[in-house]
Antibody, heavy 123, light 111 residues
Framework: QVQVQESGPGLVRPSETLSLTCSVS????????WSWIRQPAGSGLEWIGR???????HFSPSFKSRATVSMDTSKNHVFLTLTSVTAADTAVYYC?????????????????WGTGTTVTVSS | QVVLTQSPSASASLGASVKLTCTLS???????IAWHQKQSQKGPRFLMR???????HKGDGIPDRFSGSLSGSDHYLVISSLQSEDEADYFC?????????FGGGTKLTVL
């Protein structure tokens, strides 16, 4: 059974770079897109971006200028970096495996989520 | 770009049924929709994908009490025999123009 676990520093200072790791167990990274999503307190879910085999990467327009996603298949890790963080980046960050296909139209959705890691941006 | 609209809140009694709605913006009726559950202090859980023809694909271990359907631009998540652990936020989600879109979520209270 595939399990996903996020980890990170917990506290990041404004203007610095946030770096998070997603560790996948019980399965392999290959064959799936892996997404990063966040949820600020009291708000809804925000999709950041996704990666497939390091060569296919897509970002939400809201994060395209600040986010980087990468992966290390030998360690079964997916990484997120977010530069120039502000208090608005305070949130719980989730990593999730995705499922895609075509049923008339292309679809993509997350099917296995991690438990999340809390990030607070504060001086 | 598709917009997914959900009512902010819903409530129903223990043991009853509830229907949550996700409305697709006009011109985007052919999208498949995924439903996710977010319980307090837990990570989200994928419930199901509902395809444009009304067929659905559930996540592993999702009970039969959870079902999906659609009518026109409205996608529905129906939860029957409500249990206390069903109290959660429910989000619909789609893919459009190269990225993931989420609805604003519905907070379900089980009375």
């Amino acid at each position: 059974q595939v399990q996903v676990q996020e980890s990170g520093p917990g506290l990041v200072r404004p203007s610095e770079t946030l770096s998070l790791t997603c560790s996948v167990s019980g399965g392999f990274l290959g064959g799936h897109y892996w997404s990063w999503i966040r949820q600020p307190a009291g708000s809804g879910l925000e999709w950041i971006g996704r990666i497939y085999n390091s060569g296919n990467i897509h970002f939400s327009p809201s994060f395209k200028s600040r986010a980087t996603v990468s992966m290390d298949t030998s360690k079964n890790h997916v990484f997120l970096t977010l530069t120039s963080v502000t208090a608005a980046d305070t949130a719980v960050y989730y990593c999730a495996r995705g499922q895609e296909g075509v049923f008339g139209y292309y679809y993509y959705h997350m099917d296995i989520w991690g438990t999340g890691t809390t990030v607070t941006v504060s001086s | 770009q598709v917009v997914l609209t959900q009512s902010p809140s819903a409530s129903a009694s223990l043991g009853a049924s509830v229907k949550l709605t996700c409305t697709l913006s006009s011109g985007h009726l052919n999208f498949a929709i995924a439903w996710h559950q977010k319980q307090s202090q837990k990570g989200p859980r994928f419930l199901m994908r509902v395809n444009r023809d009304g067929s659905s694909h559930k996540g592993d271990g999702i009970p039969d009490r959870f079902s999906g359907s659609l009518s026109g631009s409205d996608h529905y998540l129906v939860i029957s025999s409500l249990q206390s652990e069903d109290e959660a936020d429910y989000f619909c989600q789609a893919w459009d123009e190269g990225f993931v879109i989420f609805g604003g979520g519905t907070k379900l209270t089980v009375l």
